[in-house]
């Protein structure tokens, strides 16, 4: 009686099945945002703090406003077009990579007179007479759930032949921001209400003369990456362990493979792992030959069932041998999130995109512990324990419901094993009626995430 309910109304959930079912496959199609992150964006801010003679100063903040994307070693750069003739004078707290043609000038000569300037972070160290706030991290920009005092950064320009008041001054066109790489498109400046600056003592309120934003989205798309991860699974009541789909990230190409993976046992890893990591490009290829070839596996094991909890265990496993990645961190959606009870050794937080549904949450590691997971080797994994409570209505081993959703490592979608290929419990059939009405619930739960994004 308890399971007729849900079953008689599957045939009113049909056509929204499939219209759920088209939509999915539009957003995978072009992603083209971030469904865990659906406002995510860096924000790029100039406020003009004075007028020069023959232009202007400006401060240039950038704020990476992304739930758990960050931007790492080495770091990012920022390309826009000059609408008029005008040049960079001087620069603090960062640089433009090229001078470009200043030979018109004389005497005096700019920092920059290209007209699309490229500006990169100043690394740490830079001498503090080169120095603003928020600059000289080498271009790495934190999350914001991770930490937002770390998530933003700036520089200074002093920009000649330019405008020299708001009614004359033209805003910069054509921003580029590459995170080295490609996938973020920055719309159009746009000006908005002077910044207010409040002086450490508060005493003192200062303004910007002028101020316009930039706002700039990634797409993993446009990105055109291939994974990065995948995810692999096991439980207390299945022996099977279901590994990472074969070539989620790439094939091995010959058997020895040589050429484009590392054997653990190689004579030359040694110097394959200094080449790969002197040179900043991704030519040498330094990830561990598996079956997957990712430079990031994340497990997921379903490890003990209590009377009213259960607990998983996630362990990370870095297969890159060139590469450390400090601040980490990983996202995990699971319905039973919004019953989370202890997390061992991971920081946490909950994110809540669309304000009903809590079934998603950012992991990181605890500073100075396992915050640096190492490059590949018998120290290159990170892992945690969670212990949730169960909600006896929607809890089940069953139709492998205690598996996560979703994952993200860094930012970027982990390839999944296919939903069949899931550890099956030994009960399945008992519980039929229950993991259908968990079926039911989660398209509606989903349905309603949907109605909050477009309305
Ligand atoms: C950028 O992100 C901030 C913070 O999440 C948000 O308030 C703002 O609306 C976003 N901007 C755009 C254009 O999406
Ligand atoms: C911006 O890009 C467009 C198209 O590439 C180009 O035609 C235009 O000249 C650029 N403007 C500036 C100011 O760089
Ligand atoms: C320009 O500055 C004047 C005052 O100096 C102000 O009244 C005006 O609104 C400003 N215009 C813009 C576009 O910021
Ligand atoms: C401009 O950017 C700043 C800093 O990110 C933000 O506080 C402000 O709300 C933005 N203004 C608009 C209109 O987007
Ligand atoms: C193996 O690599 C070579 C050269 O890098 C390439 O031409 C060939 O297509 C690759 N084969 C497969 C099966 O990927
Ligand atoms: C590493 O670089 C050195 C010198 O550049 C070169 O001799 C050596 O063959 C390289 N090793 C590998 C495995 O690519
Ligand atoms: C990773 O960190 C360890 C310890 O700090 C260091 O010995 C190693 O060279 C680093 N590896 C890379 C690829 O940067
Ligand atoms: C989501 O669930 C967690 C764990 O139970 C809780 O700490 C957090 O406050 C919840 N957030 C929201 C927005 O309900
Ligand atoms: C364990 O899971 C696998 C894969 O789903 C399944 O083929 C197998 O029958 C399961 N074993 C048991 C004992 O349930
Ligand atoms: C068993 C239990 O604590 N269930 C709770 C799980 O979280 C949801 C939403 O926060 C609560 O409504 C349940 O009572």
């Not at 707290?93 to 700019?110: F, H, L, V, W």
């Not at 746009?190 to 303004?207: G, L």
Request: hydrophobic content about 35%; glycine content about 6%; proline content about 7%.
């Amino acid at each position: 009686m308890i399971m007729a309910a849900p079953i008689l109304r599957l045939p009113f959930f049909l056509p929204i099945l499939a219209i759920l079912l088209l939509f999915s496959t539009f957003l995978t199609s072009t992603e083209a945002y971030d469904p865990l992150d659906p406002n995510g964006n860096i924000t790029i801010k100039w406020d003009v703090i004075s007028w020069t003679a023959d232009g202007y100063v400006a401060v240039v903040t950038m704020y990476n406003f992304q739930q758990y994307r960050h931007i790492q070693a080495p770091g990012w750069s920022l390309q826009w077009g000059w609408v008029k003739k005008e040049v960079i004078w001087s620069m603090l707290g960062g640089q433009a990579t090229e001078q470009g043609d200043c030979s018109r000038y004389k005497g005096n000569i700019p920092h920059s007179c290209k007209r699309d300037p490229t500006i990169v972070d100043l690394l740490p160290g830079t001498p503090y007479n080169q120095q603003i706030a928020n600059c000289c991290k080498g271009g790495v920009l934190n999350s914001w759930v991770q930490d937002p005092t770390t998530a933003v950064s700036s520089f200074q320009l002093s920009v000649g032949a330019a405008g020299t008041s708001n009614k004359t001054v033209r805003l910069p066109k054509n921003f580029t921001l590459k995170a080295p790489g490609p996938g973020y498109t920055c719309g159009p400046a746009k000006i908005v209400r002077p910044t207010k600056f409040i002086s450490s003592d508060k005493r003192r309120v200062t303004q910007a003369l002028m101020t316009w934003n930039i706002t700039c989205t990634y797409s993993q798309f446009l990105a055109q990456k291939t994974p990065t991860c995948c995810v692999s699974l096991s439980s207390f009541y299945n022996d099977t362990i279901v590994a990472c789909p074969k070539c989620s990230c790439g094939c091995p190409n010959n058997s020895n493979g040589a050429q484009n993976c590392v054997e653990p046992n190689s004579p030359h890893l040694a110097s394959v792992v200094t080449n790969a990591s002197s040179s900043n490009n991704n030519v040498v290829p330094s990830v561990q030959c598996t079956s997957h070839l990712c430079p990031i596996r994340v497990h997921w094991h379903v490890k003990i069932n209590y009377k009213e909890y259960w607990r998983a265990k996630i362990t990370i496993t870095n297969f890159n041998y060139a590469m450390n990645y400090t601040n980490w961190n990983l996202v995990a959606q699971h319905p039973n999130f919004d019953n989370l009870t202890t997390i061992f050794s991971f920081n946490y937080m909950s994110i809540n995109p669309y304000g009903t549904i809590n079934d998603t949450a950012v992991l990181w590691g605890v500073k100075f512990y396992n915050d640096l997971l190492m490059q590949a080797g018998p120290l290159g994994n990170v892992q945690t324990e969670l212990l949730f409570r169960k909600n006896p209505s929607v809890f089940t081993f069953d139709k492998g419901w205690a598996f996560p959703r979703r994952i993200y490592f860094n930012g970027d979608n982990c390839v999944m094993p296919p939903p069949d290929a899931y550890p099956h419990s030994p009960n399945t059939g008992l519980k039929q009626g229950v993991s259908l009405f968990t079926t039911l619930l989660s398209i509606s739960l989903t349905l309603l995430s949907l109605r909050h994004l477009f309305a």
